[in-house]
T-cell receptor, first 113, second 110 residues
Framework: DVKVTQSSRYLVKRTGEKVFLECVQDMDHENMFWYRQDPGLGLRLIYF???????EKGDIPEGYSVSREKKERFSLILESASTNQTSMYLC????????????FGQGTRLTVV | RKEVEQDPGPFNVPEGATVAFNCTYS??????FFWYRQDCRKEPKLLMS???SGNEDGRFTAQLNRASQYISLLIRDSKLSDSATYLCVVPSGGSYIPTFGRGTSLIVHP
């Protein structure tokens, strides 16, 4: 069965901390994505990667960076956490051909205090 | 114009009712489309793909209207367990980059 795993379900961090969110997929998918989801705003794409060491900015990359050193792992980094980054973060992966859709991890609810 | 638009609802229907949602998209070059279901405080899960010829899976039917650039999801004989938010997904960019609508909330009541 398809599996995307995020390292934490809940995180509480202090303003200014550097935060790492990890995501691992076991489906050998080329594409991986990080979204954040906020009430009334839906899912917004932060960054995506279509290959190892490749990354592209999504719609809201400010304040974030990413790392993809291995095909199965895609990390989201908050360089200096701020309260407006309190959100649900969702990782997803998909095949390049686009068939079959994207599969999501269970989400990380991050609170920055 | 937003890339993917959905009526947020909520659609409040009794058990057994038939309900339909539409989703309009702006990228006329899009080739593949999907419906996802998201339960409260859970991740989105793929419900079904939307093919040019339509797609039916039990009580669920998805259709594509390229001329008017919308996709639809029809749910027949609604169950309480169908209560969720339904998200449509239209790819953007040269490769598959899922762009999500904001979702339509469905509440099925006894």
């Amino acid at each position: 069965d398809v599996k995307v795993t995020q390292s934490s379900r809940y995180l509480v961090k202090r303003t200014g901390e550097k935060v790492f969110l990890e995501c691992v997929q076991d489906m050998d998918h080329e594409n991986m994505f990080w979204y954040r989801q906020d009430p009334g705003l839906g899912l917004r794409l932060i960054y995506f990667s279509y290959d190892v060491k490749m990354k592209e900015k999504g719609d809201i990359p400010e304040g974030y960076s990413v790392s993809r050193e291995k095909k199965e792992r895609f990390s989201l980094i908050l360089e200096s956490a701020s309260t407006n980054q309190t959100s649900m973060y969702l990782c997803a992966s998909s095949l390049t051909t686009g068939g079959g859709g994207a599969f999501f991890g269970q989400g990380t609810r991050l609170t920055v205090v | 114009r937003k890339e993917v638009e959905q009526d947020p609802g909520p659609f409040n229907v009794p058990e057994g009712a038939t309900v339909a949602f539409n989703c309009t998209y702006s990228n006329s070059a899009s080739q593949s489309f999907f419906w996802y279901r998201q339960d409260c405080r859970k991740e989105p899960k793929l419900l079904m793909s939307v093919y040019s010829s339509g797609n039916e899976d039990g009580r669920f039917t998805a259709q594509l209207n390229r001329a008017s650039q919308y996709i639809s999801l029809l749910i027949r004989d609604s169950k309480l367990s169908d209560s969720a938010t339904y998200l449509c997904v239209v790819p953007s960019g040269g490769s598959y980059i899922p762009t999500f609508g904001r979702g339509t909330s469905l509440i099925v009541h006894p």
